[in-house]
């Protein structure tokens, strides 16, 4: 259980990195947010747009990121065991990470473009530090719709149950049970989860670095 802990953990510190990374290169100005605000009048994703935004999140920095740091705590912790230790051992589990990752996008890429979900994250304009925490959390299981309105994504969480039992198939026996992927699919979550609540306070943290 601790070493689940510390993988959610580190994917979540994984993810400021990645996100403050990603933010560094197209911000304009010191007071540029990392992810954009609710707009007065939502407009949905066009499907060229949504294309877009699938095959960019495929080898994003946050992507590649999260595989390493997932990969590097498997191979920590052993798992799964018939991999063994080595560079090639921490090779298969970036790959298997990342196939996983490929996996899940395309599903949620397929879903969300049929049911018309919308899964970009929007910072809440709110305030409070639990009140936006509250919304971040929300927001890792609830898209927009074309008119605007906010409901059970679908297409997020079918993707990532779908990523999780699917990579069952190319993994060693040992992590191939169904509560394996039940496990692979509650850290999924919560590493978006954390994701999400990074991508709420980053705007907030990085101007706070820009006055010092």
Same mark, same amino acid.
């Given at each position: 259980?601790?070493?689940?802990?510390?993988?959610?953990?580190?994917?979540? !510190?994984?993810? =400021?990195?990645?996100?403050?990374?990603?933010?560094?290169?197209?911000?304009?100005? %010191?007071?540029?947010?990392?992810?954009?605000?609710?707009p007065?009048?939502? !407009?949905?994703? /066009?499907? &060229?747009?949504?294309?877009s935004?699938?095959?960019?999140?495929?080898? &994003?920095?946050?992507?590649? +990121?999260?595989?390493? %740091?997932?990969? @590097?705590i #498997?191979?920590?912790?052993? /798992?799964?065991?018939?991999?063994?230790? @080595?560079?090639q051992?921490y090779?298969?589990?970036?790959?298997?990470? =990342?196939?996983?990752?490929?996996?899940?996008?395309t599903i949620?890429?397929?879903?969300? %473009?049929?049911?018309?979900?919308?899964? #970009?994250? =929007? !910072?809440?304009?709110q %305030?409070?530090?639990?009140?936006r925490?509250?919304?971040?959390?929300? &927001?890792?299981?609830?898209?927009r719709?074309?008119?605007?309105?906010?409901?059970?994504?679908?297409?997020?969480? $079918?993707?990532?149950?779908?990523?999780?039992?699917?990579? #069952? !198939?190319?993994?060693?026996?040992?992590?191939?049970?169904? @509560?394996? $992927?039940? +496990? &692979?699919?509650?850290?999924?979550? @919560?590493?978006?989860?954390?994701?999400? +609540?990074?991508?709420e306070?980053?705007?907030?943290?990085?101007?706070? =670095?820009?006055?010092?």
């Amino acid at each position: 259980m601790m070493n689940r802990i510390v993988l959610v953990m580190t994917i979540g !510190v994984a993810g =400021f990195i990645a996100v403050a990374s990603a933010d560094d290169k197209v911000a304009a100005d %010191a007071d540029r947010m990392a992810v954009p605000s609710p707009p007065a009048r939502f !407009v949905p994703l /066009t499907g &060229s747009e949504r294309l877009s935004q699938y095959l960019t999140g495929l080898a &994003s920095p946050e992507t590649i +990121v999260k595989a390493a %740091a997932s990969a @590097g705590i #498997r191979q920590w912790n052993g /798992t799964p065991k018939e991999w063994g230790g @080595g560079a090639q051992a921490y090779g298969e589990r970036v790959g298997s990470a =990342f196939a996983q990752h490929v996996v899940e996008s395309t599903i949620q890429y397929g879903l969300s %473009a049929a049911l018309h979900e919308d899964n #970009r994250y =929007f !910072v809440s304009q709110q %305030a409070g530090f639990l009140r936006r925490t509250n919304y971040a959390v929300k &927001s890792t299981f609830l898209a927009r719709h074309n008119d605007g309105k906010r409901g059970f994504s679908f297409s997020r969480v $079918g993707g990532s149950a779908g990523g999780a039992f699917i990579s #069952r !198939v190319w993994q060693p026996r040992s992590t191939t049970s169904a @509560g394996d $992927g039940a +496990v &692979s699919l509650g850290l999924n979550m @919560g590493a978006a989860v954390g994701f999400n +609540v990074v991508r709420e306070f980053l705007p907030d943290i990085k101007r706070r =670095f820009h006055k010092k």
